[in-house]
Structures are given as structure tokens and as C-alpha cells.
């Protein structure tokens, strides 16, 4: 079926920086999400994203909808603590009966 | 608005029993799915529906089946537990009108197959 190559799957950064991280997929999509994943809990929803080009921000959280429609970006600015977390992309690819497809996701830990 | 809830939050069964996830949404939204989380894997979509009615296979359907009789629920079955199945699920809703496909999740159900 249809894949998304997240990256990086682990991220280790000092409190203040900047984080990025990506989606890729081989095929066209029409709709980009962005959800965050806390110990326990299931998946929230940061952003979502539904023209090529797009960009959208939420707080200190930008995301992108890349023009060839294959990718997308995810950028946090000035981390903190309560960004510890699991990101996940997900997509809803052009041929794809309404089912979304989700990267493996990116593991941000903050060291203090 | 109480979201998606699910129940029970924790489970353990044994090798070919079988049991009922449940899953709830009070936010009158058509689309509802459900999704098994593995270590170091993203959601896998098992089943989803459209709308009251009407379901339809997703990714990994094999050894769950679904019903979706009122708009509220979407209850998953596990017709024979296996070991394989041990994982997190999660259910879904989503408005699914006008393009808008935003995914609200709930807090997930952790099942061990022993």
C-alpha cells in the first residue's frame, strides 16, 4: 500500500532550538495533516494542510504543503518541554478512497 | 462534548477469545475509523466507515470485523484473538464534509493477546 518516509525517526536537541522534520511519499496527495502523539494518549491534531504551497502556522508550529504535492514539512520554533513527543505525518493520497496513509513518525526528546 | 471515547483502556485476552472494542463520538461526524498502533510503526488503518451503514477494509482488516448500525458508534470485533493483535487501537472520527478530512482520535485501548 501506500508509504510515507518520515525523517529524521529520532530527534535528541537542547530546549530553544529549532526543530524540522519531513514527509515523503513516491505518489500525489491532496491533504496533509500533522498530529502529535504524548505518552498514553492518542494522536492530537496540529495542523492541517490542503493546497500545494500552503503554509500554516499554529503558535510556534509551521507546516508546508510541498508544491509537488509529495512532501511536507513540519518546522517547531524555540523548543520547550512540552514538545517531548512523537510527530507524525499523515496523508490522504489522490487515489486513495478516503484512507489516510501515516509516517512511522519522529520521536523529539528535549534535553533541559 | 465529551470527543471520541473508547472503552475498555486496558485488556488482556487469551489466544481465541474474542471481544468487542467500542468506540463513541458525539460530534455528529460521518466518517469513523480504527487504527492498531505498533512499536515503532505509525496508525495502520484497519477498517473504516463512511457513514451509518457503511464500512469498508483498510489496511490490515484481517481477523476484525466492524459494524456501523447509528452514526454515534463503531464498535471493532476481534473474532479470534491472536498474539499478533496485541497492540494499541485507536478509533477515529472525522466531519468528512467538504474535503475536510482532519482525523480527531481518541485516547486508545491497550490489548495484550496472551
Known amino acids: 500500500g501506500q508509504q510515507l518516509n518520515q525523517s529524521p525517526q529520532s530527534m535528541f536537541i537542547q530546549e530553544g532550538e529549532d526543530v524540522s522534520m519531513n514527509c515523503t511519499s513516491s505518489s500525489i496527495f491532496n491533504t496533509w495533516l500533522w498530529y502529535k502523539q504524548d505518552p498514553g494518549e492518542g494522536p492530537v491534531l496540529l495542523i492541517a494542510?490542503?493546497?500545494?504551497?500552503e503554509l500554516t502556522s499554529n503558535g510556534r508550529l509551521t507546516a508546508q504543503f510541498g508544491i509537488t504535492r509529495k512532501d511536507s514539512f513540519l518546522n517547531i520554533s524555540a523548543s520547550i518541554p512540552s514538545d517531548v513527543g512523537i510527530y507524525f505525518c499523515?496523508?490522504?493520497?489522490?487515489?486513495?478512497?478516503?484512507?489516510?496513509?501515516f509516517g512511522q513518525g519522529t520521536r523529539l526528546t528535549i534535553n533541559p | 462534548n465529551a470527543g471520541v471515547t473508547q472503552t475498555p483502556k486496558f485488556q488482556v485476552l487469551k489466544t481465541g477469545q474474542s471481544m468487542t472494542l467500542q468506540c463513541a463520538q458525539d460530534?455528529?461526524?460521518?466518517?469513523m475509523s480504527w487504527y492498531r498502533q505498533d512499536p515503532g510503526m505509525g496508525l495502520r488503518l484497519i477498517h473504516y466507515s463512511v457513514g451509518a451503514g457503511i464500512t469498508d477494509q483498510g489496511e490490515v482488516p484481517n481477523g476484525y470485523n466492524v459494524s456501523r448500525s447509528t452514526t454515534e458508534d463503531f464498535p471493532l470485533r476481534l473474532l479470534s484473538a491472536a498474539p499478533s493483535q496485541t497492540s494499541v487501537y485507536f478509533c477515529?472520527?472525522?466531519?468528512?464534509?467538504?474535503?475536510?478530512?482532519?482525523?480527531?482520535f481518541g485516547p486508545g485501548t491497550r490489548l495484550t493477546v496472551t
Open positions: 460530534m455528529n461526524h460521518e466518517y
Open positions: 494542510l490542503y493546497k500545494a504551497g
Open positions: 499523515a496523508g490522504l493520497p489522490i487515489q486513495g478512497a478516503q484512507k489516510l496513509v
Open positions: 477515529a472520527s472525522s466531519p468528512d464534509g467538504g474535503g475536510r478530512y482532519e482525523q480527531y
